[in-house]
């Protein structure tokens, strides 16, 4: 039994999007779940920056933590989870979250930034609705009391 792993297969079969982007934020990466998730293919997308997915009022601190990150090496997005907007093609905002690495080169500079992400856009609507609703409960609540009172 072989142990090697086909990392294009995984890489191509895997249901979240993996975007790799350089140190100057050009996309080197994208995958079949990126082409499904923000409507670009892959054609569209290689060479292209990442602000073709970054709503355009986010793109000033995403740059800053980029060119942060590029400087310092360091990440704290590679556990922690970050949950941002981003635009689909047809230009629809999307609620994704996403994880990142970092591929460093031989001299242990980083060379390029990988986000594996998923798009938690109707998981967002249904907490948003709860909260509508559980305000709208509350202040029926709070309106029924002074009432009684």
Do not use: C
Request: proline share 3%; charged share 25%.
């Amino acid at each position: 039994m072989s142990s090697a792993i086909d990392l294009d297969q995984l890489v191509q079969a895997v249901g979240d999007a993996i975007v790799i982007s350089d140190a100057g934020g050009a996309i080197t990466l994208w995958n079949p779940a990126a082409e499904r998730m923000f409507g670009f293919s892959q054609a569209e997308a290689l060479g292209k920056s990442l602000d073709l997915i970054i709503p355009e009022r986010q793109r000033q601190r995403h740059w800053d933590g980029y060119q942060k990150t590029m400087e310092s090496g360091v990440t704290r997005y590679g556990n922690d989870v970050l949950r941002v907007p981003a635009v689909h093609k047809d230009g629809h905002t999307l609620s994704i979250a996403f994880t990142v690495a970092l591929l460093l080169t031989p001299a242990g500079k980083v060379a390029a930034i990988v986000a594996v992400i998923r798009d938690e856009s109707s998981r967002f609507a249904e907490d948003r609705a709860l909260r509508k609703r559980l305000a709208e409960l509350e202040a029926k609540l709070t309106a029924q009391v002074a009432e009684s009172s």
